[in-house]
């Protein structure tokens, strides 16, 4: 058992959760940008103003870079990622496209220890590295949810509070997250203590 915390805050654009991971990050914890928004910074300096157009070689872009950002955590350290592969999921559904076979297997497999799911913020405005409309971010959080709990995660959903409670209330659910793991951990001990 290996001792990397993948912490997730997912969800729909305007959700809060970007200004949830600049507030962590603020305050000396470690954490990855979302890769979406990496990429598509990336591809509109180099003149491709719309990226996402080109939805499958957009998506597999982001699902690479999201695959080294999972395998960037670090032994002993809490790392909070701004989205993770499951993510990617809800937009091959939401564009009515099965998602590869690659990206299947790897939200699969790569495991994050908590999920954090901001509840939407009415007000928020598009900027130029996002496209989606109203409508469609709500449609987007709520695909994301479902996908997270297909995959068989518990998802916690964060209430629409201030930053500094939202980063509050993360805190004290991975203090109970990391009592849990020690108890198991002992339990497993005592397990094999049991049967040698």
Known sequence: MDNQIRVVIAGGPYCGKTTVINELSTQGFRTINEATTEIIKKEQEAGNNEPWLEREKFQKKIMDLQIQQFNSAKNNV????DRGLVDGLAYYHLDGID???ELTEHASKKRYNLVFIPDLIEGFKPDKTRGESLE???LVHELIRKCYSDHGYNVINIPSISVSERVLFIKKKISEHK???KDNIRRE???NLHIR
């Open 179 to 181: 009592l849990l793991l």
């Open 189 to 191: 001990q005592d397990l």
């Open 136 to 138: 469609e971010r709500k």
């Open 78 to 81: 809490i790392t909070f990622y």
């Open 99 to 101: 998602p590869p076979k």
